[in-house]
C-alpha cells in the first residue's frame, strides 16, 4: 500500500551553481564556435523579432493613455516592452546583451580566446543593430497609417531614453547589462520554459520601468522615433547607440560574468 507522499511526483532537484557555470559554458562555446552566416542569421533574427515589444509599447501607450491613470498606462507599457525578449531569449536567437555574459565565461574558462569572443560580439551586434533598423522602419511608417499608434508614443518612448546627458545615459545602460546578464544566468538555471519566460519579463519589466538604456531594443526605440519624424535625429541615435553598447558591455561583463564565475571557482 503506497502512501500520498510516495504518490507524489518527485521535484526535479535544484541545479548547483557549479551545473549552471559548466552548461553556461559549454553553450557559449558552442555559439563561439559557429559559422559567421550562422551567427549573423540568429542575430538578425534576434533583432527583427525584438521589434514586437517597442511597438506593442506604443500600441498600448495609444490605445490607453486617455483610458488610464498614468501610473496603469506606465505598468501595461513596461509589461509590453518585455514581450519581445520573451520572442528573443526564449527562442533562442542570438542577442548581443544575452551574449555579453555568456561569451565571456569560455575566455575565463581558457576554452576560447579573446578574439573570438571579439569576432562573435561584432558579428551578433552589427546584425541585432541592422535586424532593429529594419523594424523599426516598418513599424514606424506603418503603424501609424493602420491607426494603431500615435506618432507621439514613438516620440514619448524615445525621449525616456535620450534626455539624458550621457553619463547618466552610460549608467542607465550598465543597469541594463547587469539585468541582462543576470537574465541569461537565471534562464541557464531554469529547467522548464515556463520558469525561463517569467525569468525573461520579470527581468527585463525592470529594465523597462527603470528606463534604462537597452542597446537594441532603444535602438529600435529610438529609430521608431527617428523614420516617424518624432523629434529625434540620427545624431541622437549616434550617441544613445555609443553609450549603451558601452554600457551593457560594463555591466554583463563585471557585475555577472565575472563575478559568478569567480564565486563558483572560488568555492
Do not use: C
Not at 234 to 240: C, K, N, R, S
Amino acid at each position: 500500500m503506497t502512501s500520498a507522499a510516495d504518490d507524489a511526483p518527485l521535484k526535479k532537484p535544484q541545479k548547483s551553481y557549479h551545473t549552471i557555470l559548466e552548461q553556461h559554458v559549454r553553450q557559449a562555446h558552442e555559439e563561439i564556435e559557429r559559422p559567421a552566416i550562422a551567427l549573423l542569421l540568429s542575430g538578425l533574427s534576434a533583432g527583427l523579432d525584438l521589434g514586437f515589444g517597442p511597438f506593442l509599447m506604443a500600441v498600448m501607450m495609444t490605445s490607453t493613455a486617455k483610458e488610464l491613470p498614468h501610473s496603469v498606462v506606465q505598468i501595461v507599457v513596461n509589461l509590453a516592452y518585455s514581450v519581445g525578449f520573451v520572442f528573443v531569449v526564449v527562442g533562442r536567437s542570438a542577442l548581443f546583451t544575452e551574449q555579453t555574459t555568456s561569451a565571456v565565461l569560455p575566455v575565463l574558462s581558457r576554452r576560447a580566446t579573446v578574439r573570438q569572443l571579439l569576432r562573435l560580439w561584432g558579428l551578433v551586434l552589427v546584425s541585432n543593430v541592422t535586424g532593429a533598423a529594419v523594424i523599426a522602419a516598418v513599424t514606424s511608417q506603418v503603424a501609424p497609417r493602420l491607426g494603431v499608434v500615435n506618432v507621439e508614443a514613438f516620440n514619448e518612448i524615445a525621449a525616456r531614453l535620450l534626455n539624458h546627458p550621457w553619463w547618466v545615459m552610460l549608467l542607465g545602460a550598465i543597469a541594463a547589462g547587469w539585468l541582462m546578464g543576470l537574465l541569461a544566468w537565471l534562464v541557464m538555471a531554469s529547467r522548464e520554459t515556463i520558469s525561463q519566460i517569467l525569468i525573461v519579463v520579470l527581468t527585463t519589466f525592470v529594465i523597462g520601468a527603470g528606463g534604462f538604456q537597452h542597446s537594441i531594443a532603444g535602438t529600435i526605440e529610438v529609430l521608431n522615433a527617428v523614420f516617424s519624424g518624432a523629434g529625434p535625429t540620427l545624431g541622437d541615435f549616434g550617441q544613445f547607440l555609443l553609450w549603451s553598447v558601452l554600457g551593457n558591455a560594463i555591466g554583463a561583463v563585471t557585475f555577472v560574468a565575472l563575478l559568478k564565475f569567480g564565486h563558483v571557482r572560488a568555492s
